[in-house]
C-alpha cells in the first residue's frame, strides 16, 4: 500500500481548483439508474468510491464508461437488484442505492453497508421513510430485502436530519404515486444538486435546502448531462492546510455559504480571507490563535468532515479548543496519532479538549479513515522534520491527487510505494 513521505515546514503559495463534490458525484452515480436512457456526470473525481459505485451499478448490469473526466452510465440493460456484494459492505453510500433501485426495480436486496469506521451509523431513518411510501422490509439472515410493489407518496418527519435519509426517501419517491412532504430534512449543498439533477431528468422535486422537500412523483425520467456542485471538503482541506503552513492560496469552485462555517472559524484564528465569486483567499501567517469552541452540526452547522482536519489546526494554536463531535461516535481516531507528533489532546466521549503547542514533530503515521488521513497529512506538513502517512487507502475515498494539488502549492511530499 501506498504512503506519502512529508518533509514538513513550508509555506504554501498558489491556487488550487477543487474536485467536484464526492458526497454529490456518490447520490448522482445512485440516481442515474432511475432512466433506462444515458446520464452523463461532468468532471467526476477520481476517487475509488467513485469506482466502487460504478462497480455497484455494474453489477446491477448497467454500462459505465469513464471518458475524459465524464463518467456515462446506460442502465437500458438493467437488471440485477442484489446489492448484497462485497461491494456494498465496503461503501457506505451502497445504501442510497436503495431508493433508486426500488424505484426501478420494485425490489431489492442489500447486506448492512459499511463505509468509514466512525461510528455505528445506523440506517433505521432510510427504512422509515422508505416503509412511510409502502416498502415492505423483512431482514433475512443479515439482510435486508425490501419489496415495493407499489410506492405512494406519504408526509416523513425525519427525527433527525440525516443526510442519507433524505436522499433515498427523495430517490424512493420521484416516480412515486402523489406527492411526498420530507419535513426536518437534511439541508447539504449536496442534497440541492441532486434535486437540479433529477428536475434536469424531468422530475418535481424542491424545497432541497430547506427543512422541508416536496417531491411531485412523475411517470417518467429521461437522460441528462449534468456537471456537480464542487466538494466543499476538499477545499476547506485546503485552507485549513494554508493556515497551519503559512502563505497565502487561492481556493476555486466553492460557494461562500456553501463553506461559511469554516470561514467564520478560520478569522477566529487570525487568517485573512478574502472571497471573490466562488474564489476563496486565504493569507496566514502560520500563527495562529486557537478557537475557542467547535460543534459540528447538520449544515449550515460546522461539518463533521472538517472536524478531524480542525483538531489538527487547534493543536498547533495558541489557547485551548473544546471540539465536540455530535454526529459520529468515533471521530476521534486521528487524535492518538497527533499525540505522538507531540499533541496535547484529551478525548472524553464525544469532546475533546485541545491544548495548543508551539510545534509538531515529524512522526510515522497511520490514517485510520478518510478525513483523518488528511489531517495527519496537514499535521505533517507544518510539523518540524519528516512524517510517514500510511494507510491511504482511507484518503484515495475522497481526495483525487491530494498529494499533487499540495506540491503544486509548494508542500514537500511524495507518494511512495510502501
Ligand atoms: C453523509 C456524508 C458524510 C457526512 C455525513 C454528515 C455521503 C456519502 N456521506 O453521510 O460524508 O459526514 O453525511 O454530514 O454523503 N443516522 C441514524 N439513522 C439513520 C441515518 C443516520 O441514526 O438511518 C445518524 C448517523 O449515525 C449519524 C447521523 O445520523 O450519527 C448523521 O448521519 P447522516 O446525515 O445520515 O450521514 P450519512 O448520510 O451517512
Not at 446491477?60 to 437500458?76: E, K
Not at 433515498?168 to 439533477?197: C, H, M, W, Y
Not at 472538517?306 to 489546526?313: E, I, K, R, V, W
Request: proline content about 2%; aromatic content about 4%.
Amino acid at each position: 500500500m501506498d504512503k506519502f513521505i512529508i518533509e514538513g515546514g513550508n509555506r504554501l503559495c498558489g491556487a488550487v481548483q477543487t474536485q467536484s463534490a464526492k458526497n454529490s458525484v456518490l447520490v448522482l452515480l445512485a440516481a442515474s439508474i432511475l432512466t433506462e436512457e444515458q446520464v452523463t456526470i461532468e468532471n467526476v473525481p477520481h476517487i475509488s468510491d467513485v469506482l466502487h459505485m460504478s462497480e455497484i451499478l455494474q453489477k446491477l448490469g448497467a454500462d459505465v464508461c469513464f471518458a475524459d473526466g465524464n463518467v456515462t452510465i446506460s442502465s437500458g440493460n438493467a437488471a440485477e437488484r442484489d446489492l448484497s456484494s462485497h461491494l456494498t459492505r465496503e461503501l457506505r453510500s451502497s445504501v442510497f442505492m436503495l431508493g433508486s433501485v426500488l424505484t426501478r426495480f420494485k425490489h431489492a436486496r442489500i447486506s448492512y453497508p459499511g463505509g468509514c469506521d466512525i461510528g455505528l451509523r445506523p440506517i433505521d431513518l432510510h427504512l422509515f421513510g422508505l416503509k412511510k411510501l409502502g416498502v415492505k422490509t423483512e431482514e433475512r439472515d443479515g439482510y435486508i430485502v425490501c419489496n415495493a410493489e407499489k410506492l405512494v407518496g406519504a408526509n416523513i418527519h425525519l427525527d433527525f436530519p440525516s443526510v442519507g435519509a433524505t436522499e433515498n426517501i427523495i430517490l424512493a419517491s420521484v416516480k412515486a404515486q402523489g406527492e411526498t412532504v420530507i419535513t426536518n430534512a437534511a439541508k447539504e449543498p449536496e442534497i440541492r444538486d441532486l434535486q437540479d439533477f433529477l428536475n434536469q431528468m424531468g422530475a418535481g422535486v424542491r424545497g432541497a435546502g430547506t427543512d422541508t422537500i416536496v417531491v411531485r412523483g412523475v411517470q417518467r425520467l429521461h437522460g441528462t448531462r449534468f456537471t456537480p456542485i464542487r466538494d466543499r471538503i476538499e477545499a476547506g482541506t485546503f485552507l485549513i492546510a494554508c493556515a497551519m503552513c503559512g502563505g497565502e492560496v487561492c481556493v476555486e469552485g466553492v460557494k461562500r455559504q456553501n463553506i461559511a462555517a469554516l470561514i467564520n472559524k478560520l478569522s477566529e484564528n487570525t487568517c485573512k480571507i478574502h472571497i471573490e465569486n466562488d474564489k476563496i483567499y486565504i493569507r496566514s501567517n502560520g500563527k495562529l490563535r486557537s478557537n475557542r469552541h467547535i460543534e459540528t452540526l447538520p449544515f449550515p452547522g460546522f461539518p463533521t468532515d472538517l472536524q478531524a482536519q480542525m483538531t489538527s489546526l487547534n493543536s498547533i494554536a495558541a489557547g485551548a479548543c473544546i471540539l465536540t463531535e455530535n454526529l459520529f461516535e468515533t471521530r476521534f481516531r486521528h487524535v492518538p496519532e497527533l499525540i505522538r507528533m507531540g499533541a496535547d489532546i484529551t478525548v472524553k466521549d464525544r469532546t475533546a479538549l485541545v491544548r495548543g503547542v508551539e510545534r509538531l514533530h515529524g512522526a510515522v503515521l497511520s490514517a485510520e479513515d478518510l478525513r483523518g488521513g488528511a489531517a495527519l497529512t496537514l499535521a505533517a506538513l507544518c510539523a518540524e522534520g519528516k512524517s510517514e502517512v500510511c494507510n491511504l487507502s482511507h484518503i484515495d475515498r475522497g481526495y483525487d491527487g491530494l498529494d499533487k494539488k499540495l506540491r503544486a502549492v509548494g508542500a514537500k511530499i511524495e507518494r511512495v510505494r510502501a
